[in-house]
């Protein structure tokens, strides 16, 4: 069982920066893909991004986020620039011993979300 403790949103105005953390428990943090989703009000919830030895990201998101990981903290992290309103969401880490992927479905758990919003 792996647990996930999202940290870091908060309200920002448009054009600013957040950075999110997700601590995971469990001993084999490195071998797992991490993922970040959101969800918009309204919405289905959409991939964001992945890491673990490399990564990938929505083209929504592209140039304007970044996602990375500390194995030894058992840490990802996702810094967000340039901040829209239409970033506003539940941003949720996940993790999956699978192959790197942006399937919701593949993912085995889940972190309980952390709210971004993004003030125009």
């Known amino acids: 069982q792996v647990q996930l403790v999202e940290s870091g949103g908060g309200l920002v105005q448009a054009g600013g920066s957040l950075n999110l953390s997700c601590v995971a428990s469990?001993?084999?943090?490195?071998?797992?893909?991490m993922g970040w989703f959101r969800q918009a009000p309204g919405k289905a919830r959409e991939f964001v991004a992945a890491i673990r030895g490399y990564t990938v990201y929505a083209d929504s998101v592209k140039g304007r986020f970044t996602i990375s990981r500390d194995n030894a903290k058992n840490t990802v992290y996702l810094q967000m620039n340039s901040l829209k309103p239409e970033d506003t969401a539940v941003y949720y880490c996940?993790?999956?011993?699978?192959?790197?992927?942006?399937?919701?479905?593949?993912?085995?758990?889940w972190g309980q979300g952390t709210q971004v919003t993004v003030s125009s």
């Open positions: 469990g001993r084999t943090f490195s071998s797992y893909v």
């Open positions: 996940a993790s999956t011993g699978r192959s790197i992927t942006s399937l919701e479905y593949e993912y085995d758990y």
